[in-house]
């Protein structure tokens, strides 16, 4: 049964680098039917896709955060990553790691999600 | 590279139908098969409801469907049940001469009278 974990801190000052693992089971991260994203959702806010990659490396971001944010994959450890920079208040937000499925363009798995506060 | 637009609220009574409308542009919505719609409870990870416009996973009822016309995808939720009251999201795939991405709408909440 696929299972999806997000790890990281859940607190981060502004202005540094918001850093989140997914730790996926179940699968493996190499398939080829598959893409890893993430998706925040801040307090009482709507969804919003950050991006995701393949296991080749390639990635795909929204247009409005693709000067922060970075997704990179480790394959030896069945884990994908996210680091977001230079945070601000805004970027708080509940943090869901997932699997997009290539061929359909949907996101048929989704971890439980970690809330983030961006705070001093 | 705004969210797709979506109303914020709609409400109906049990047994009644509703319609959910998911506005974007050429680039995405309406450029592509690739819109589905995810239903959230609080707390909860949202669940799909529809993919590629039209096609429901197993499981989900007949009373949810999909639709698009031009640049605007469609929810039709018939049959109004109580477990009906929750968030729904649209989802898109989005294309220009930058790249690639997927887009959601900005939600609505249906609320059950």
């Known amino acids: 049964q696929l299972q999806l974990q997000e790890s990281g801190p859940g607190l981060v000052k502004p202005s540094e680098t918001l850093p989140l693992t997914c730790t996926v089971s179940?699968?493996?991260?190499?398939?080829?039917?598959?893409?890893w994203g993430w998706i925040r959702q801040p307090p009482g806010k709507g969804l919003e896709w950050i991006g995701s990659i393949y296991h080749s490396g390639d990635t795909y971001y929204n247009p409005s955060l693709k000067s922060r944010v970075i997704i990179s994959v480790d394959t030896s450890k069945n884990q994908f990553s996210l680091k977001l920079s230079s945070v601000t208040a805004a970027d708080t937000a509940v943090y869901y790691c997932a699997r997009e499925v290539g061929v359909t363009k949907i996101i048929d798995s989704w971890g439980q999600g970690t809330l983030v506060i961006v705070s001093s | 590279q705004s969210a797709l637009t979506q109303p914020r609220s709609v409400s109906g009574s049990p047994g009644q139908s509703v319609t959910i409308s998911c506005t974007g542009t050429s680039s995405d919505v309406g450029g592509y098969k690739y819109v589905s719609w995810y239903q959230q409870h609080p707390g909860k990870v949202p669940k799909l409801l529809i993919y590629e416009v039209t096609k429901r996973p197993s499981g989900v009822p007949d009373r949810f469907s999909g639709s698009k016309s031009g640049n605007t995808a469609s929810l039709t939720i018939s049959g109004l049940q109580a477990e009906d009251d929750a968030d729904y999201y649209c989802?898109?795939?989005?294309?220009?001469?930058?790249?690639?991405?997927?887009?959601f709408g900005g939600g609505t909440k249906l609320t059950v009278l």
């Open positions: 179940g699968d493996s991260i190499s398939s080829s039917s598959h893409y």
């Open positions: 989802f898109s795939f989005a294309e220009n001469s930058a790249g690639s991405w997927m887009v």
